[in-house]
């Protein structure tokens, strides 16, 4: 089953910067809707930011100002700059591509924000 790939997740120091990106090298046919989405121990999956297949980004509220959603220069490509990190910000990160086929998730990657 083709899904998208994470990677860039890892231990960030609290007012630090990490950057993720995902790969969704599978999906060729068009450029897709992708974006972000958390899930920290003991709560719900939300959406961290999200970018059309036109390039409009949409942000959660607590992230906007300090993260940034961008494309990739391959296609089905994004990566989320993130900076000033808190230690809120500490979860399982997952990449999502909603295509005509249905909606595809990555296997997520860690980030830790800690002193």
């Known amino acids: 089953q083709v899904r998208p790939v994470e990677s860039g997740g890892g231990l960030a120091q609290p007012g630090g910067s990490l950057r993720l990106s995902c790969a969704a090298s599978g999906f060729t046919s068009s450029i897709y809707p992708m974006g972000w989405y958390r899930q920290a121990p003991g709560k719900q999956r939300e959406l961290v930011a999200w970018i059309t297949s036109v390039g409009i980004t949409t942000y959660a509220d607590s992230m906007k100002g300090r993260f940034t959603i961008s494309r990739g220069g391959a296609k089905n490509t994004v990566h989320l700059q993130m900076s000033s990190l808190k230690p809120d910000d500490t979860a399982v990160y997952y990449c999502?591509?909603?295509?005509?086929?249905?909606?595809?998730w990555g296997q997520g990657t860690q980030v830790t924000v800690s002193s």
């Open positions: 999502k591509v909603v295509t005509g086929r249905g909606d595809y």
